[in-house]
């Protein structure tokens, strides 16, 4: 199984979210000018050079690309707010994208500052192969 990501500006609390799009694979292992942006515009467009060059990235015009209604069953979030990057594993607390992810432990623990992530019901259009994240072995026939 691949590690998925999402990409988003805003935390759907001092500012609506919106999602700028997904991918199936290496969704821990984001370039810095993404972790590191300081601006909204700089970090958007970090993200969408990132997004462009890849066969696994799904776009907002493609559909939601996953079985799931939102960002609390993927690998990796990430989002822009409070001019900085943060990023949130399988709907856990934001933490900065530029610290080192917490232990298991540690990271449990954190209950506050819980993502309120978008409903995408509605725009799911589930993907498979390249973009899904999953492996497949095709069995031949004798």
């Known amino acids: 199984m691949g590690t998925r990501a999402d990409f988003y500006i805003g935390n759907n609390e001092q500012e609506p979210m919106r999602w700028l799009g997904s991918i199936g694979w290496d969704g821990d292992d984001i370039p810095d000018s993404i972790r590191k942006a300081t601006k909204c515009k700089e970090y958007e467009k970090a993200v969408m050079e990132f997004l462009k060059g890849r066969d696994d990235a799904t776009l907002p015009e493609e559909g939601w690309p996953w079985p799931w209604d939102n960002s609390k069953t993927t690998d990796c979030s990430y989002s822009f707010f409070f001019a900085q990057t943060f990023q949130s594993s399988y709907g856990g607390a934001w933490i900065r994208a530029t610290e080192k992810f917490p232990s298991d432990a540690e990271y449990e623990k954190m209950k506050t500052n819980l993502p309120k992530f978008l409903d ?16 497949t072995i095709p069995l031949g026939s004798k």
């Open 120 to 135: 995408m019901k509605s725009k799911k259009k589930v993907q498979y192969g390249k973009k899904s994240g999953l492996i």
